[in-house]
């Protein structure tokens, strides 16, 4: 990761957009006094999430935006944005390029941006902390404080070596856990103050409540019995009610049985007499038409014998004895002896046809012929007649058995009926004597006795163990709701607090171990860093100073078990003071050739400022930062230590992106690229830039 792009406009005294290129490396800011060459650094540290106006040279927020010149009026608002190559992902996001824009109005309000989402101010120090700097106080090192380094006193530069070792995070978090092992710790003193409150209370409440539950359980056993009780009467009575009624659906199978076939007699019965209705009917009809055919007959046979007697009759038959004749001959017909009566007839007639009149004769046979089918009609309406009457016979006969058989079964019905009135009397009985029982047990139990209740046999005592039992529950008296409640409710508190002081001193004890583990991460990380960083700054302040000494020393502080704070004691002093050690600082010492060893505050300026970088180097070379930022850090330095400074710098290039901004033409020729900055007569900071390797090309060609 490294600073890719910077965009200003309207910070300060660059009014126009301007937007300088950086790539890794080394990057040199140069130009007069007074051009704004520092207000690149301060926008820098602005966009980076810098709240305190004293750092940014100014008094107030709207400071940093242009204030306007003789010949340019005043912005509305700053902005910048700082553009970070993320390819190895250091800063927090997905993308490979990140943009940090910062806005802010001349009204207060303000706004940060990453790829154009807003975002909080929260948010962007937590990414670029996370990243390797942002919080850091070398990150930007602002004009004439580098010295500042060395003389913040023990405490800081632990801070610094703190923030370079990257347990700053460790601390933060160490913090954290020792804040919520106090509120921990608070909880569990109100839960253990509570938990002394009630727990006399509840064991008075116990007391009570355990004399309620020994009259429970009488209670229970009553209720046991009583269902026992209960459960047998409603198996008796439901099997005495499912027998009755299985007895009642019985005799109305029966019933319906009886009266479907009473119905069907019924129907064949009327169905019989409608039809003897009809046969008799008929039989009239026929009696009737035979009467008739009786009298055509006669009619007819008067009318032959006319006819006869105007034929020629021989003188010696007497026509009486025809008729004496014919009449036998009609009265023997039978149906066995229909030809013989006809032959007969036709040979009667014959005998006394000898009349020569051809009309009579004709109606003669006309009437002869009549007379025989007369005849024929006459036998097949007797035979009908008589199949009739025999039918008639057959069904009054039949009827006869019928209403024989109707009458059994409608004896047989009233008998079923009157069984099942008092079926249905004795069920109603059972019934009465069920809903009697189940209201009783409501009344005994609180509830209705249920199916599922159901006993099929009990002991034979069980009655007067109930009735023990009940006047045991007598003697003891009631129970009181309210206590009980009043139990359980405190009860269930105890337990809860009990739950939670377990839970909290488990908390408390996790915690800690938490608080030992997070110390002894620092503890080795902080030893491992400054044991590395304090070798560096030994070398470096030789090769700055060509020669001369320089360390770091612990400053130590014991604390005792009462927490009370201890200098630490000389060796070789007898007393022994129990506690443990704290490190609360960083001593530097420094002695430059030809001199004696002296504190940081025995230094000259330019001492000091050496010293500073000394310090700086070896942070930065230890643990490298994404970029740092010097404004002006060598300009208390001689032309001779700025050679030095400028190639150590050359050399943490490779690892560490720098942005000077310089007057001195050492640190000019280490950086690969120049921006000049230059105020113009509006008042507003210009950029020019140069890449010194391509001026070097185009030099030699």
Not at 486 to 500: A, D, G, H, I, M
Not at 585 to 611: C, D, H, Q, V, W
Not at 638 to 659: M, P
Not at 669 to 698: C, F, N, P, R, W
């Amino acid at each position: 990761m490294y600073l890719k792009r910077l965009e200003i406009h309207g910070f300060k005294s660059f009014a126009h957009k301007t937007v300088l290129e950086f790539e890794p490396g080394m990057t040199a800011v140069v130009g007069p006094n007074g051009s704004g060459k520092s207000n690149v650094a301060d926008s820098l540290r602005w966009v980076m999430g810098e709240q305190s106006m004293k750092l940014l040279r100014g008094k107030k927020t709207e400071d940093v935006i242009f204030a306007g010149s003789d010949k340019k009026s005043k912005q509305s608002m700053a902005e910048v944005a700082l553009t970070f190559d993320n390819k190895d992902h250091k800063l927090p996001f997905e993308y490979s390029e990140v943009e940090i824009r910062r806005r802010v109005y001349r009204d207060g309000e303000s706004e940060y941006l990453v790829n154009n989402q807003r975002v909080r101010l929260l948010d962007v120090v937590d990414a670029l902390s996370r990243s390797g700097f942002g919080a850091s106080h070398y990150a930007v090192i602002g004009q004439g404080t580098i010295d500042q380094m060395v003389l913040a006193g023990p405490a800081e530069v632990k801070n610094l070596i703190e923030e370079a070792s990257g347990v700053k995070p460790y601390y933060t978090k160490r913090d954290k856990t020792i804040r919520r092992l106090e509120q921990t710790e608070e909880n569990l003193t109100q839960v253990s103050s509570l938990i002394n409150e009630i727990e006399p209370r509840l064991k008075s409440l116990r007391r009570q409540a355990k004399r309620m539950e020994e009259r429970e359980g009488l209670e229970k056993e009553y209720s046991d019995l009583n269902r026992q009780y209960f459960g047998h009467q409603y198996y008796l009575l439901d099997k005495e009610l499912k027998e009755i009624s299985g007895r009642f659906d019985g005799s109305q199978e029966g019933i319906k049985k009886l009266e479907h076939e009473i119905g069907s007699f019924q129907k064949v019965l009327e169905k019989e007499e409608v039809q003897t209705g009809n046969s008799n009917s008929f039989l009239d009809e026929l009696d009737k038409k035979g009467s008739a055919l009786e009298k055509k007959k006669l009619d007819l046979l008067e009318k032959l014998a006319e006819i006869r007697g105007k034929l020629k009759v021989p003188v010696a038959r007497d026509f009486s004895v025809f008729r004496k004749q014919f009449e036998e001959i009609i009265e023997s017909i039978t149906e066995k002896n229909l030809s013989e009566v006809k032959k007969k007839l036709k040979d009667l007639v014959a005998e006394y046809s000898q009349s020569d009149n051809t009309e009579l004769l004709k109606q003669k046979k006309e009437l002869d012929d009549r007379l025989e089918k007369m005849v024929e009609e006459i036998h097949d309406h007797n035979t009908a007649r008589e199949k009739l009457i025999a039918e008639e016979k057959r069904k009054k006969s039949f009827l006869t058995e019928e209403e024989k058989r109707f009458r059994i079964k409608s004896s047989q019905l009233n008998l079923l009926k009157e069984e099942q009135t008092k079926i249905m009397v004795e069920k109603a009985r059972i019934e009465t004597r069920f809903e009697s029982m189940l209201q009783t047990s409501r009344e005994t139990m609180g509830h209705a006795v249920e199916p599922t209740d159901k006993v099929e046999s009990v002991a034979a005592d069980l009655p007067h163990k109930i009735e023990k039992l009940k006047r045991q529950l007598e003697l003891a008296g009631g129970v009181d709701e309210l206590t009980m409640q009043e139990y359980r409710e405190t009860e269930e508190r105890f337990n809860y607090l009990s739950s939670q002081h377990a839970d909290l001193t488990k908390a408390v004890t996790d915690l800690r171990q938490v608080i030992d583990e997070l110390d002894h991460v620092i503890k080795k990380q902080f030893d491992e860093a400054y044991g590395l960083i304090s070798t560096k700054f030994s070398e470096y302040f030789r090769i700055l100073f060509n020669g001369g000494r320089a360390h770091m020393n612990l400053l130590k502080e014991i604390v005792t078990e009462e927490g009370e704070e201890i200098e630490e004691k000389e060796e070789g002093e007898d007393e022994e003071i129990k506690g443990t050690k704290q490190v609360v600082g960083i001593e530097i010492k420094a002695t430059p050739p030809g001199k004696k060893l002296s504190t940081i505050a025995a230094l000259s300026g330019g001492e000091r400022a050496l010293t500073s970088i000394a310090l700086l180097c070896a942070m930065l070379a230890s643990y490298p930062s994404p970029f740092v930022v010097l404004d002006e850090v060598d300009a208390a330095l001689d032309e001779a230590n700025s050679i030095r400074f400028a190639k150590i710098l050359g050399t943490l290039a490779h690892q560490t992106q720098f942005v000077t901004i310089t007057h001195n033409r050492a640190t000019m020729h280490e950086a690969h690229t120049l921006y000049g900055v230059t105020m113009t007569d509006e008042g507003i900071s210009k950029i020019l830039s140069l890449k010194l390797e391509q001026a070097e090309k185009q030099v030699k060609s």
